[in-house]
């Protein structure tokens, strides 16, 4: 009877330490999993997190680089407009001065003339 009790109490040991030891197995596998599952969830979101602020990036320069890309060529015609006005009116300046000049001559030529005439008569 002794030996029958005790062969039962062991497979009920046994009975209740596989148990133990099936579900301490089952929750160390879940806990395995959850934690697999995380890293695998956080490097894909670091991922897609660094690939959208390499987009952000790179539009945000393509924006930055037109931005200066029209800015410079403002100026860039601004510079030639002024330029061109410039230089427009150094031409009529040098018109409007020969012109001031050829009747200045003219006149000058009439008052000798005239005076070369007076003194002639």
Excluded at 13 to 21: A, D, P, R
Excluded at 25 to 50: F, I
């Amino acid at each position: 009877m002794l030996q029958e009790s005790q062969e039962l109490y062991a497979r009920h040991t046994l009975q209740e330490s596989e148990g133990l030891y099936e579900k301490h197995m089952l929750r160390e596998g879940q806990t395995l999993y959850a934690q697999h599952m995380l890293q695998g969830s956080l490097v894909l979101y670091a991922n897609h997190m660094l690939q959208e602020s390499q987009e952000l990036y790179g539009k945000h320069m393509l924006l930055e680089n037109q931005r200066l890309y029209a800015k410079h060529m403002l100026q860039e015609g601004q510079t030639l407009y002024a330029s061109i006005c410039s230089k427009k009116a150094r031409d009529c300046m040098f018109q409007e001065s020969q012109g001031l000049h050829a009747k200045h001559m003219f006149l000058e030529s009439q008052r000798l003339y005239a005076k070369h005439m007076l003194q002639e008569s």
